[in-house]
């Protein structure tokens, strides 16, 4: 073998390795917010005591091939059909070069069926030059027990997660009935009619 050939070998070896390397790079940290979290989820990052549930949720979610659009690649672009449940929101914080840091954001539905999805809109800036692929994704039941072990309820919140049903249907009977007491106010005043002596 030549010493071009070794060369040539080399820096093909160089440039298979690189992109993995990359990846590798996980978040720092990441928060989770959504119904029946309060003021949310705060999981560690890379390096970090506990880093390895925040990897493997993201690995579970998705996230490599929705960001960086590596494979294998199986997301899907349109929404999959059906009710997706509570929608939770985990932004990834990504520290980059240059010291700066960027926030990539992903949708969590972990009560959908028959398996929890994510979605992750694509062309999010991150790292300066590169944007996000983003896109749908059918995760399994993996990705729902590693979040109930994280923190999420085991079960949807009570209404779904989108928000106090009771508050509009309240506001609606509360209308209804001072309507219906004015109307019947007004009616039997009418009917009491002027006062004979």
Same mark, same amino acid.
């Given at each position: 073998?030549?010493?071009?050939?070794?060369?040539?070998?080399?820096?093909?070896?160089?440039?298979?390795?690189?992109?993995?390397?990359?990846?590798?790079?996980?978040?720092?940290?990441?928060?989770?917010?959504?119904?029946?979290?309060?003021?949310?989820?705060?999981?560690?990052?890379?390096?970090?005591?506990?880093?390895?549930?925040?990897?493997?949720?993201?690995?579970?979610?998705?996230?490599?091939?929705?960001?960086?659009?590596?494979?294998?690649?199986v997301?899907?672009?349109?929404?999959?059909?059906?009710?997706?449940?509570?929608?939770?929101?985990?932004?990834?914080t990504?520290?980059?070069?240059n010291? @700066?840091?960027?926030?990539?954001?992903?949708?969590?539905?972990?009560?959908?069926?028959?398996?929890?999805?994510?979605?992750?809109?694509?062309?999010?800036?991150?790292?300066?030059?590169?944007?996000?692929?983003?896109?749908?994704?059918?995760?399994?039941?993996?990705?729902?027990?590693?979040?109930?072990?994280?923190?999420?309820? @085991?079960?949807?919140?009570?209404?779904?997660?989108?928000?106090?049903?009771?508050?509009?249907?309240?506001?609606?009977?509360?209308?209804?009935?001072?309507?219906?007491?004015?109307?019947?106010?007004?009616?039997?005043?009418?009917?009491?009619?002027?006062?004979?002596?």
């Amino acid at each position: 073998m030549t010493r071009l050939t070794r060369l040539l070998l080399l820096a093909l070896a160089v440039a298979l390795i690189a992109p993995g390397a990359a990846l590798a790079k996980g978040a720092s940290e990441a928060m989770i917010t959504g119904p029946g979290l309060g003021d949310g989820l705060t999981l560690a990052g890379e390096g970090q005591p506990g880093g390895e549930a925040l990897m493997q949720i993201a690995e579970s979610a998705g996230f490599f091939m929705a960001a960086f659009g590596s494979y294998p690649l199986v997301l899907e672009e349109a929404r999959p059909k059906g009710d997706l449940g509570p929608r939770y929101t985990i932004e990834y914080t990504m520290p980059g070069p240059n010291n @700066e840091v960027d926030v990539i954001t992903q949708h969590l539905y972990p009560y959908a069926k028959p398996t929890p999805v994510t979605h992750m809109a694509p062309d999010q800036p991150f790292w300066t030059v590169d944007r996000t692929f983003g896109g749908w994704f059918l995760a399994t039941d993996l990705l729902k027990s590693q979040l109930v072990a994280a923190g999420l309820p @085991e079960t949807p919140p009570s209404g779904g997660g989108r928000g106090a049903p009771w508050i509009p249907v309240g506001a609606i009977m509360l209308f209804a009935g001072l309507g219906a007491f004015t109307f019947f106010a007004l009616r039997s005043r009418r009917g009491a009619g002027p006062a004979t002596a």
